[in-house]
């Protein structure tokens, strides 16, 4: 028998990136060209996408891995790889995508809303995109980040106009394809039907969506028979409508207590769910209709004739039908309508309703005590020794596009988390040089020896953030000092000149100093070439 498939777990893997390239161009006459190197394609991603023509989440059931294309590597000559193609896996209206814990992700309602389950990696980039002014060659090039891994539940929950609730054998499956289009399982045994069938009736001019629902039992809102199964499709029906056997022959069944039993487990269920969905209308007082099936049997017909005052006394529309003969259908077909009419008035659907939407996870930026630059560095212990844990997206993503085999390519991610103010940032938080700094995930990170000679800023080692070395050993002198210098030259000059006058006076030298500096600067005069 096949199972019932509207909850199904999905493994969707976005493709990796594809690595970046490093060459350098050839060319005659030309030995180094310069770099050219393309970069890598960005990996598919992993997407659910509303299809009308979609409607039951088997597929996946059957291959419930599911995995993007990876982008393709760059090559020399500036030719870039090419990027994954997205994985679109079309899903039935209505489907609810949860996490493992069963938190609800999104909800997808509307032809082409899309949910991403798993985003593709980045491309890295090749050694042309790397290279600038300073570093005019560079002799690597970034890594494709691999693609997002995430598992998660699809729950179907169909989205009709009206829905039909029953016993199983009542012939809600008969009643749908007497009605529309659709042509579902119909037999003389209960649960024949296990998957939802959605048929569209047009009557007049009101076009309208009903589901066929598995067979309700008492008890099915604690999981009785198919259970919660199919309750969660009559969730989303605006309006329902009892479908009833008259024709049964089992022990104490009969209509009136038929449709109680009905209407208790709706109630049950109603009682659960209300809580998740306050802004709709309670399941149980949405608009509901009774259509008492199979008069073409003498019986049937005699029953049904009999306890119909006694429904309309509380309250509902009743139908006398047949789907075998098709009796009474058409004024049910037109009754439908007037109700899917009434409620489409009542809710006007708002513009949200009718435009398809993407729906993406909420980006991991933002984590919670996240800095500015957005990563977080803690200290943890292992073994004694102190470990400095930095999270963060782009160190993190950094650390996926590095080549470790390559110095210059590490030199560059040591740049990078410099800029990023990492290097600064351990310093403040008193991680000493040596000590192991842990970037990513526990499992899943790369462990470095802090060597912050490696990054720059090697002056900052001696001492504590704020103070410099250099500042300590320089002999800058402050303003006192220089007037002070000042002062002592002056009397310097003083002293030399009063001395140099005694001289004078006593004869020593037979001109003055003034003298003496227009001579020399004669002779210096003629001594420079002539200009022509
Ligand atoms: N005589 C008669 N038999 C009917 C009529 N409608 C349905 N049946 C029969 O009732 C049986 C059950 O019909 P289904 O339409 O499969 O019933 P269902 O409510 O979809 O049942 P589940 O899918 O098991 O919940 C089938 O053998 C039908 O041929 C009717 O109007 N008259
Ligand atoms: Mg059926």
């Given amino acids: 028998m096949a199972s019932f498939v509207d909850r199904v777990i999905v493994h969707a893997t976005g493709g990796n990136g594809g690595h970046g390239c490093v060459s350098v161009r050839r060319e005659k006459f030309k030995p180094l060209g310069g770099p050219d190197g393309g970069n890598g394609g960005d990996g598919g991603s992993v997407i659910l996408r509303v299809d009308?023509?979609?409607?039951?989440l088997l597929g996946f059931h059957h291959s419930p891995h599911q995995k993007a294309p990876n982008g393709e590597p760059g090559k020399g000559d500036l030719r870039h790889g090419f990027k994954g193609q997205d994985?679109?896996?079309?899903?039935?209206?209505?489907?609810?995508?949860?996490?493992?814990?069963?938190?609800?992700?999104?909800?997808?309602?509307?032809?082409?809303?899309?949910?991403?389950?798993?985003?593709?990696?980045?491309?890295?980039?090749?050694?042309?995109?790397?290279?600038?002014?300073?570093?005019?060659?560079?002799?690597?090039?970034?890594?494709?980040?691999?693609?997002?891994e995430h598992e998660v539940e699809l729950e179907l929950k169909s989205i009709a106009d009206i829905a039909l609730v029953g016993f199983p054998s009542a012939g809600k499956s008969s009643l749908i394809a007497a009605m529309s289009a659709a042509r579902p399982k119909i037999a003389d045994y209960p649960f024949t039907t296990?998957?939802?069938?959605?048929g569209v009736v047009q009557a007049g001019d009101t076009r309208f969506t009903v589901a066929d629902v598995p067979g309700l039992i008492p008890g099915a809102s604690q999981g009785k028979g198919l259970g919660l199964e199919f309750l969660r499709h009559v969730?989303?029906?605006?309006?329902?409508?009892?479908?009833?056997?008259c024709a049964t022959l089992e022990p104490g069944r009969d209509p009136l207590t038929d449709l109680d039993a009905l209407e208790t487990e709706l109630a049950h269920y109603?009682?659960?769910?209300?809580?998740?969905?306050?802004?709709?209308?309670?399941?149980?007082?949405?608009?509901?209709?009774?259509?008492?099936?199979?008069?073409?049997?003498?019986?049937?017909?005699?029953?049904?004739?009999?306890?119909?005052?006694?429904?309309e006394k509380r309250g509902y529309r009743v139908f006398e039908v047949s789907t075998a003969s098709h009796e009474g259908l058409r004024q049910l077909g037109f009754a439908m309508a007037e109700l899917v009419a009434q409620v489409r008035t009542e809710d006007e659907p708002d513009e949200t309703d009718t435009q398809s939407q993407v729906v993406r996870p909420e980006p991991v930026r933002g984590r919670r005590g996240e800095n500015r630059k957005g990563f977080t560095i803690s200290r943890e212990d292992r073994g004694g020794e102190p470990l400095w844990h930095v999270?963060?997206?782009?160190?993190?993503?950094?650390?996926?596009q590095t080549d470790f085999n390559n110095d210059e390519a590490v030199g560059y991610l040591a740049d990078r988390f410099a800029k990023l103010g990492i290097e600064d940032e351990l310093f403040r938080t008193g991680a000493r040089p040596g000590d192991a700094v842990l970037i990513g995930p526990e499992d899943n990170g790369v462990v470095f020896d802090w060597e912050p000679t490696m990054v720059g800023g090697a002056e900052l080692l001696g001492g504590p953030r704020g103070t410099d070395l250099r500042l300590d050993e320089t002999n800058r002198p402050t303003r006192r000092e220089k007037r002070e210098q000042f002062y002592d030259r002056m009397d310097a000059k003083a002293e030399a000149r009063a001395e140099l006058e005694a001289e004078?006076?006593?004869?020593?030298?037979?001109?003055?100093?003034?003298?003496?500096?227009?001579?020399?600067?004669?002779?210096?005069?003629?001594?420079l070439p002539e200009h022509e």
């Fill in 87 to 148: 994985l679109i896996l079309s899903v039935p209206d209505g489907t609810v995508v949860k996490d493992r814990r069963g938190n609800v992700l999104a909800d997808l309602l509307g032809e082409g809303t899309e949910y991403v389950i798993a985003s593709g990696g980045y491309g890295g980039l090749g050694n042309a995109a790397l290279s600038s002014q300073k570093r005019k060659a560079p002799g690597f090039a970034l890594l494709g980040t691999p693609g997002a």
């Fill in 235 to 245: 969730e989303r029906c605006a309006a329902l409508v009892h479908v009833i056997d």
């Fill in 52 to 56: 009308g023509q979609s409607t039951t």
């Fill in 391 to 400: 999270r963060g997206e782009k160190p993190e993503r950094w650390v996926q």
């Fill in 270 to 311: 109603a009682q659960d769910i209300q809580d998740e969905n306050q802004d709709t209308v309670p399941l149980t007082e949405r608009p509901r209709m009774v259509v008492l099936n199979k008069i073409d049997v003498p019986e049937a017909r005699e029953l049904a004739e009999f306890i119909r005052p006694d429904l």
């Fill in 194 to 198: 296990l998957v939802p069938n959605l």
């Fill in 504 to 527: 004078r006076k006593a004869g020593v030298w037979t001109e003055s100093v003034d003298q003496a500096r227009g001579r020399h600067l004669d002779q210096r005069r003629q001594d």
